[in-house]
């Protein structure tokens, strides 16, 4: 049952419209979001999550072999709505893509969710834990973070510091960050802004928030498994298998 704070998050958007290139040669003949991993597509993990948070309405984007995939969106479960933001004549990346969705979106703050990642919650649902945590008068974006000991199957170095009241800064050039983003985050509306048809990152959005002091993270206390490419499929299906 999802708690009274994570009712009030009622709209989401799914970055879904990425062409995969890493995941080749799975992604040959089918989107990324698409691609099974234990038992089923990557992005119904995703929306089984949302669902469970109380969302009601979802905004997905397409743009690599969209039409495979906006017909698995208009027939999935999880008893939500489901809006498609239309990228096939140009891929717009995370920060342009949001741009042309956000009249879709049908709430303020909302989720924002990559597809390519799967996460098992801890003893809270992720999503409950940023809508609970969530200030609107201090953030304008609320990142969940992963340490590296629960992030399976990322190499990196980390993304970001978090000082004692929870804002965020980048790790530095050469440097080791102790978290990483999920691809999971809670935003406010007033963050997204630019000009249409633009293709650009959300780390412009994340850059203005970080020099305003109002990008914050939250600490996942789960497990999250970075699908990045083919070879990380068989150990995260056999993690699955185990738990």
Not at 159 to 187: N, Y
């Amino acid at each position: 049952m999802a708690s009274e704070a994570s009712q009030k998050v009622t709209g989401a958007m799914v970055m879904a419209a990425g062409l995969g290139k890493r995941m080749r040669p799975l992604t040959a003949s089918t989107p990324k979001p698409l691609v099974r991993v234990a038992g089923r597509p990557l992005i119904d993990h995703t929306l089984e999550h949302l669902a469970r948070a109380g969302v009601s309405h979802v905004v997905v984007n397409v743009h690599y072999l969209a039409d495979a995939l906006e017909g698995h969106v208009q027939t999935a479960p999880f008893g939500m709505d489901y809006t498609v933001s239309d990228e096939r004549e140009k891929l717009l990346e995370t920060g342009g893509g949001l741009v042309k969705a956000l009249p879709k979106i049908a709430s303020d703050p909302f989720y924002c969710v990559n597809s390519d990642n799967i996460w098992v919650d801890g003893p809270r649902s992720a999503l409950v834990q940023l809508a609970e945590e969530w200030d609107g008068e201090r953030m304008d974006a609320l990142l969940l973070l992963v340490p590296h000991a629960r992030a399976h199957h990322h190499g990196g170095s980390g993304d970001f510091h978090l000082d004692g009241a929870g804002r965020i800064s980048r790790r530095m050039e050469r440097k080791v960050a102790p978290f990483i983003f999920t691809g999971v985050q809670l935003m406010a509306k007033s963050l997204v802004e630019g000009p249409d048809g633009e293709a650009f990152s959300t780390n412009r959005f994340w850059d203005r928030a970080i020099e305003a002091g109002r990008l914050y993270g939250s600490i996942f206390d789960g497990e999250w498994f970075d699908i990045g490419t083919p070879a990380a499929i068989k150990p995260t299906e056999a993690w699955f298998a185990n738990g």
